[in-house]
């Protein structure tokens, strides 16, 4: 049930962008996503309802193919705080369990 | 600063001892949850508690026991564990409908001996 994120870790420059791909194998009603910087907690970013729905939070946005399975999450001109691990997160209609995706490592340097 | 509290941080324990973490929202949520997560991988959940009721427990040993006494606060009493057990343990807190936000606490480092 596990959703399969890609890639499994990025580096990046402050400034680049850098695409965030996570994939299920089951129908999915809702995809979160997550940060989680190294010894903290898992820290809210967006959720996604609906297909094809694109929604955005200041330079990180995110897409949802509802068909696919697939949820994208997008981050534009990097700061040196978008650095951690990123997890999507999905349940399924009805219940109230979210299963973790396997995780991007995400590391911005000067 | 989090908005849900676990307590203690960390802990260290014997194979043989009995102890409890403790989690504590003033958020109004009424889904509440614990996850286990290990070093290098995602968090996994085990225990839903909605409205004060156990909702899904992800096939979880018996010597991990949950306790939701009202709706602000969730325990994990832990009896017997196992080296294997240790890890980080994350609690969490939502609005009980799909879709919504979990909101979670910094998480009790537990170390087996």
């Known amino acids: 049930q596990q959703p399969v994120q890609s890639p499994q870790a990025v580096i990046l420059r402050e400034g680049e962008d850098a695409v965030i791909n996570c994939s299920s194998s089951k129908a999915l009603y809702s995809v979160h996503w997550y940060r989680q910087k190294h010894g903290e907690a898992p820290v809210f970013l967006m959720i996604?309802?609906?297909?094809?729905e694109q929604k955005g939070h200041d330079k990180i946005s995110a897409s949802f193919n509802e068909k696919k399975q697939q949820s994208s999450l997008y981050l534009t001109a990097s700061q040196l705080s978008y650095s951690g691990t990123y997890f999507c997160?999905?349940?399924?209609?009805?219940?109230?369990?979210?299963?973790f995706g396997t995780g991007t490592r995400l590391t911005v340097i000067p | 600063d989090t908005e849900v509290t676990q307590t203690p941080k960390h802990l260290v324990m014997g194979m043989t001892n009995k102890k409890s973490l403790k989690c504590e929202q003033h958020m109004g949520h009424r889904a509440m949850y614990w996850y286990k997560q290990k070093a290098k991988k995602p968090p996994e959940l085990m225990f839903v508690?909605?409205?004060?009721?156990?909702?899904i427990n992800e096939s979880v040993p018996s010597r991990f026991s949950p306790e939701c006494p009202n709706s602000s606060l969730l325990n994990l009493h832990l009896h017997a564990l196992q080296p294997e057990d240790s890890a980080l343990y994350l609690c969490?807190?939502?609005?009980?409908?799909?879709?919504?936000?979990?909101?979670f606490g910094d998480g009790t480092r537990l170390s087996i001996l």
């Open positions: 508690y909605s409205y004060e009721k156990l909702s």
């Open positions: 996604l309802l609906k297909g094809g």
């Open positions: 997160g999905t349940d399924k209609l009805g219940a109230n369990n979210l299963f």
């Open positions: 969490a807190s939502s609005h009980p409908i799909n879709g919504q936000p979990q909101h």
